[in-house]
Structure formats: structure tokens, C-alpha cells
């Protein structure tokens, strides 16, 4: 009996030892000063933070960082990897490469199409074009002048900015661009505002780019006025100016204390106003894709990410216009209003990344070899393992953006999930005579030897989940860096297509896919982008909202 009881023990040992790697928790790995909610939402999904000291160097999923990666870290992604950055994102964050890139899609395509940006003067450069423009407009008869606003090109957060109508008033010290201020801004209550949109570009190439439904409404702590144009705190609305203002902390009417409010209160009171905010929304859609139009192709690279902040000025006739697009949007938690938008952003980014059951193996399948050192802590017994073991694949901890029921009901999936994978894996084991770890071992010792590479080959062919793999191993073999990155070909299959029919994934959590939006665009952004067929495309959907919108207008006028 006990010789019973003992075989019976080696068995659920070699059952179990079948599937103990799939509850292995994802990594993460974070340079310095990545903001601290990076690492709080990565937490709370029950990943584990890199440990250069106890794991090999690609033994992570993940890796974010706030300044550039070099290329050679683009050449040597791995296919469970993911980067935050996609090489020379640059190209529309700084103010002036922007400009110039605008200024070339306006000349190729037409002004109507690309003004969303008011037209801008690289200084010192284009100094005497400035002067003529503005000394046009000053002779102009009847014709009142306009305001300008100059911004040092690589500078964030409002500092260095200058708004001024009178040229003598025009100072700089370092390469600026100067712009037509746009002065007539919509308001509440009298408070300028401007909305931050995220903007998550899964890839350039084909280009695939999803806009985050919530975001940030920014307010100017004072109340618009012309004839003040060096009071900050009524003409720009960069939190880390506002939250220094006298006003920042105090009740304004129509506002209320602080100076953010979520999209989704400025759409309900967009609505109150009979204001159709779905047409606003595509009109900013539209400029998103544009402005990423204008700077492909960018190099080619795989599995990695860009997350953008374009910054979005609504005028009084309810026009929207670019004001700058961010690299590296300020994710640090100034109020309540940050927290809510931004945690979430956070867990659906991570969700948009699109992690598989495999990539928690972080194992080289060429090579055959895992790529970290630790093992994860295995239980016998499914419903216990789910609660002792963080970064379930099948069960996410997500503290503070899921109710208690709802964290409840994944807890439930998760057992069940586990349950299903031991049940399968006996299954399977059952149709063959048993065998016990013992047996396994003598029929291995009684093995001739094979090349090691065949070996570790024969072995990834009987790791547990990998029938689930999006990645096949005929692509994996061809995972090798080169040493031109010009030539450097994706070898895995994008990780933000669907399995299903291999398409960019619609919609994940908050976040939209707003390009492609048709299937003509989408075969215009494979194997290159055809930006002219695109554009044409843009113009159809733009015709075909202002026809739709007039027959609106219209039979709302008759009734």
C-alpha cells in the first residue's frame, strides 16, 4: 500500500512538473527616474522587478525607460521583450522638427488639409522671413495685429515661453520657434484650456495608432486677458506653472479647485451645450494621424512602443489645433484627476502590449536556453498556487482600477484556468502508460546523446503552452541581430495583431485604434507606407463627415 501511495505521489510530481512554468510571473525592468506609478501599476498586476544581480540580462519582459534606447538594444529586442521607446520618435517631439515637417506635408498635400497648425518661424534662421510676415500684417489697412508666442524648441512644461505683439519685446538666447498665438481660445467660465490626448503608436511600420479614450483637461488658473500677456497663469495651462499659482488651490466658479478636469466631464458639458463633441473628436483624430504621417517611415524595429502626448487647443469656433506633440508625457501624480486617468492608462497600455502565456517563459527558443536564473515557487495543490504565486498570467492583480467582485471573479478564472491545464496534462499522460519522474529519468539515461542544439530543440517542442504560442518556431530561427539597422527586417509577428485574423486588436480597454480605419488605408500601411493613398483616404472620410454634418444641420433648421 504505502509503494501505492508513493507512486501515486511521484505521479502528480511528474503531472505537475508539466506545467509548473506557466505560472510564471512576468519582469519588468525600469531605468532611473521612471515615475513611481510605473512601477506601482506593474506591482499591482503581480509582475516582479529586474534583478541585474540574480538574472541574466534579458531575463525581463519589459523594459521603460525616459530617455531614447540605443539601436543596439532595438537590434537585440527578443520576442518576449517589449521597449517603450520606438527609435527616433524624436523626429515630432522636438517643436522645430515638428514645424518643419508639418511645413513639408502642407507643401506635398495642400494647406487645407494640414492647417491645424498655425504656421511657424524656426529662429534665428528664419528670422527674415518672420520679419516680412510680421511687417505685412502691420501695414495690412484695417487688419488688427496679431499676437505671437515664441517656445525654445527643446524645452517642456511652459518653461522659456514668451507671448508678445510688439517685435521690440522679442527676446531669445537659444533656437526658438515663433508662432501666430491663437487668440481666441475657447473658455469656461473665462479660463483657457487645452486637452493632453495619449496617443499609443504600436508601430510605424505598418503604422498602427491608438488614441486613449479619458484624458486630461487643462486649465489656466486665471482668467483669460489680452492686455496681461506676461501673466502666465492666464495664458498657458502647463500644470507644473498652474500648481505654483495663487489660484491653483482655491474654488473657481464654472471649475472648481485645481485645474484638470477628465474628457469625460468636458464631453458631458460639451453635450449640455448642444456641442457635438463625436464630430470634435474626429477632427482631433484626424490631426493625430496626420501628424504621425508626416514622419514615416521611421526606422524599422519590433516589439517596442511609443506613447505620445499631443497637446490640443480648442478655439471659440470650436476648431482644434495642434499645439506640440510630447516624448515622454508627464506621468507623475499632481491630484486625484491624475490618478484616475493616468493609473488606467498605465494598465492598458500594459494590456495593449499584448502578452502571451510564452512570453513569461523569457526563454531564447533558438537556442533552447531560459534567460533567467530563479524559479518561481510551485504548489501542488492549482487553487493554492493561484494564491501564492503573483504575476498569474490568468489572474492580474489590479488593486485599484477593479471592485472587489470583479478581482473576485478573476481569482475565479484563474483556478479554473489552472484546473483545466492539470486536468489536460493528466489527460494526456493517462493515454499513455504512467510514468513516474523515476521511469522518465531511466528512459532519459537509456537515451543516446544528441547535438545540443537538436536537444534544447526537442525540449522547446515539449514546453507546456507552447501550442499557444503567437511566435513560430520557423520565424524565432531566423531571430538574429544585423549589423545595418537600415536593413533590419521584423522577424516575429507584430505583437498587437489579433490571433485571430492576424489584424490590429480594435479596442483594448480604453484605448481605440484610429488607424488603420479602413481597409484600404490598411493595405496602403503595409510593406511600406503609401502616405498619397492614405491622404486620399483622409480626404474621403473628412468629405463625407462635412456632407453628413450639413444634411444634419439641415433637417435640424426645418424642424
Known amino acids: 500500500m504505502d509503494s501505492l501511495k508513493a507512486a501515486g505521489k511521484m505521479e502528480v510530481m511528474a503531472d505537475d512538473y508539466d506545467t509548473r512554468d506557466i505560472l510564471r510571473p512576468l519582469v519588468f525592468r525600469l531605468h532611473e527616474n521612471v515615475p513611481a506609478i510605473v512601477r506601482e ?21 519589459l523594459y521603460w525607460r525616459n530617455s531614447p534606447f540605443r539601436m543596439t538594444d532595438h537590434h537585440s529586442v527578443k520576442p518576449w521583450q517589449r521597449l517603450n521607446h520606438y527609435p527616433e520618435a524624436v523626429r515630432i517631439t522636438r517643436k522645430d522638427y515638428l514645424a518643419r515637417h508639418l ?29 516680412a510676415e510680421y511687417s505685412k500684417e502691420r501695414q495690412s489697412i ?177 476648431k482644434p489645433w495642434l499645439l506640440e506633440v510630447n516624448y515622454n508625457p508627464a506621468l507623475c501624480l499632481d491630484c486625484s484627476i491624475d490618478d484616475t486617468v493616468k493609473r488606467k492608462l498605465l494598465h492598458d497600455i500594459v494590456e495593449l502590449l499584448n502578452y502571451k502565456q510564452i512570453d513569461t517563459f523569457r526563454q531564447n527558443q533558438v537556442a533552447g536556453t ?36 470583479s478581482i473576485q471573479s478573476d481569482l475565479q478564472a484563474a483556478k479554473g484556468s489552472i484546473r483545466k491545464v492539470a486536468t489536460l496534462t493528466k489527460k494526456t499522460a493517462r493515454a499513455h502508460p504512467r510514468k513516474t519522474l523515476t521511469s522518465q529519468l531511466r528512459e532519459k539515461m537509456s537515451m543516446p546523446k544528441i547535438p545540443s542544439q537538436a536537444k534544447s530543440e526537442a525540449k522547446h517542442k515539449q514546453l507546456p503552452g507552447a501550442g499557444c504560442s503567437p511566435h513560430k518556431p520557423a520565424q524565432l530561427s531566423h531571430w538574429l541581430p544585423t549589423p545595418d539597422f537600415c536593413n533590419y527586417k521584423l522577424t516575429t509577428r507584430p505583437y498587437f495583431l489579433s490571433d485571430k485574423d492576424q489584424r490590429p486588436i480594435p479596442r483594448v480597454g480604453d484605448f481605440v485604434l484610429i488607424f488603420p480605419f479602413n481597409e484600404a488605408a490598411l493595405q496602403a500601411s503595409r510593406d511600406g507606407t503609401d502616405v498619397k493613398s492614405i491622404i486620399k483616404e483622409i480626404k474621403k472620410l473628412v468629405n463625407n463627415s462635412y456632407h453628413q454634418n450639413s444634411r444634419t444641420r439641415r433637417k435640424e433648421e426645418a424642424i
Open 41 to 61: 501599476v506593474l506591482l499591482e498586476r503581480g509582475w516582479t522587478e529586474f534583478n541585474k544581480k540574480e538574472q541574466d540580462d534579458a531575463d525581463w519582459n
Open 103 to 131: 511645413k513639408r506635408m502642407k507643401g506635398a498635400y495642400g494647406s487645407a488639409l494640414y492647417e491645424f497648425s498655425p504656421v511657424a518661424f524656426i529662429m534665428p534662421n528664419d528670422y527674415i522671413k518672420f520679419i
Open 142 to 318: 484695417g487688419r488688427r495685429p496679431s499676437y505671437w508666442i515664441c517656445k525654445p524648441v527643446d524645452l517642456s512644461r511652459g518653461r522659456g515661453i514668451l507671448i508678445f505683439q510688439d517685435i521690440k519685446d522679442l527676446v531669445y538666447d537659444c533656437t526658438v520657434i515663433v508662432q501666430k498665438y491663437i487668440s481666441n481660445p475657447l473658455l469656461i467660465s473665462g479660463y483657457k484650456l487645452d486637452l493632453r490626448l495619449y496617443v499609443c503608436v504600436t508601430s510605424f511600420c505598418p503604422l498602427t495608432i491608438y488614441t486613449y479614450e479619458e484624458g486630461l483637461v487643462r486649465f489656466a488658473t486665471e482668467k483669460f486677458d489680452l492686455s496681461s500677456l506676461d501673466n502666465v497663469c492666464a495664458h498657458l495651462t502647463n500644470t507644473s506653472i498652474n500648481k505654483c499659482g495663487a489660484s491653483y488651490q482655491k474654488y473657481k466658479e464654472g471649475i472648481g479647485c485645481g485645474c484638470k478636469w477628465t474628457f469625460s466631464k468636458f464631453r458631458s458639458y460639451l453635450r449640455i451645450f448642444g456641442v457635438d463633441d463625436m464630430l470634435l473628436w474626429q477632427k482631433i483624430n484626424n490631426i493625430v494621424i496626420l501628424t504621425l504621417l508626416a514622419v514615416t517611415p521611421l526606422p524599422v524595429a519590433s516589439n517596442c512602443f511609443e506613447l505620445f502626448g499631443f497637446d490640443i487647443l480648442i478655439d471659440d469656433k470650436f
Open 370 to 405: 531560459k534567460a533567467g536564473r530563479r524559479q518561481v515557487p510551485w504548489s501542488t495543490a492549482g487553487e493554492s498556487a493561484a494564491r501564492e504565486v503573483p504575476g498569474l498570467l490568468t489572474f492580474r492583480k489590479v488593486a485599484k482600477c477593479t471592485s472587489a467582485s
